[in-house]
């Protein structure tokens, strides 16, 4: 049974860092694109960023340049390094894995993890 369980949200203030794990279990997520999405209340859940088994990555343009997707092979776990937070950032954040790559829709991802919240202050 895949379990992909997100850990290390809270309330920042604006230009703040934080950094999401996400630890996978039942799936080898160095065989897997491992995604990161965001849903803020009212709005669709959203793509940014994600690394596939090559160990490339590729990130929304409202993230570029700020967050920084990687992977602990060992652990089998994900991280999302967000700095420079912004209040627009606030969101529910979900790690997400499929075996496809080049990936960055929520239909394209199969195996979804409960999720964690962001709060950026202004």
């Known amino acids: 049974q895949v379990q992909l369980v997100e850990s290390g949200g809270g309330l920042v203030q604006t230009g703040g860092s934080l950094r999401l794990s996400c630890a996978a279990s039942?799936?080898?997520?160095?065989?897997?694109?491992m995604g990161w999405f965001r849903q803020a209340p009212g709005k669709e859940r959203e793509f940014v960023a994600r690394i596939w088994s090559g160990g490339n990555t590729f990130y929304a343009d409202s993230v570029k340049g700020r967050f920084t997707i990687s992977r602990d092979n060992a652990k089998n776990t994900v991280y999302l390094q967000m700095n420079s937070l912004k209040p627009e950032d606030t969101a529910v954040y979900y790690c997400?894995?499929?075996?496809?790559?080049?990936?960055?829709?929520?239909?394209?991802?199969?195996?979804w993890g409960q999720g964690t919240q962001v709060t950026v202050s202004s």
């Open positions: 997400a894995a499929t075996l496809g790559s080049r990936r960055s829709t929520v239909e394209q991802y199969d195996y």
């Open positions: 039942g799936l080898t997520t160095i065989a897997y694109t």
